[in-house]
């Protein structure tokens, strides 16, 4: 469940010192506290959260998928895609000695997450 663990997604988005816009930090801020109280995200909300996250990111309104090298493009150690459209969430991960982040591994990550998740990605 994507949502349950949304607290701390939340937590390494703002170490970063990125800026959220008062709208978007007031429906997260939401998000977080129904969960930290218990709660769950149902799926419709899961994914808005989600689309959010990513515009947050730098990435246009309305795409539904992201694609990141972790923890940084200075030091790859994985490339993570993860999207979330129609109530599904799907994830996949490249984990190899050597990356680099080029833009052939990101795709071969987008691919890859293009095959897992049962929705065309959109944007």
């Known amino acids: ?43 419709d909300r899961a ?23 972790l923890p940084t493009g200075q030091e790859p150690q994985a490339i993570s895609g993860q999207a979330c459209s129609e109530d599904q969430f799907s994830a996949v991960a490249l984990v190899a000695p050597g990356l680099s982040g080029s833009a052939s591994e990101m795709a071969r990550v987008t691919r890859a997450l293009g095959l897992v998740h049962p929705v065309p990605l959109a944007g």
């Open 1 to 43: 469940d994507w949502g349950a663990g949304f607290p701390q997604v939340l937590d390494q988005l703002e170490s970063t010192g990125v800026s959220i816009a008062a709208p978007s930090r007031r429906r997260l801020e939401a998000a977080r506290r129904l969960v930290e109280s218990g709660g769950r995200l149902d799926a």
């Open 47 to 69: 994914c808005a959260i989600f689309s959010i996250l990513v515009e947050v990111q730098g990435q246009p309104a309305g795409k539904d998928h992201l694609v990141s090298v």
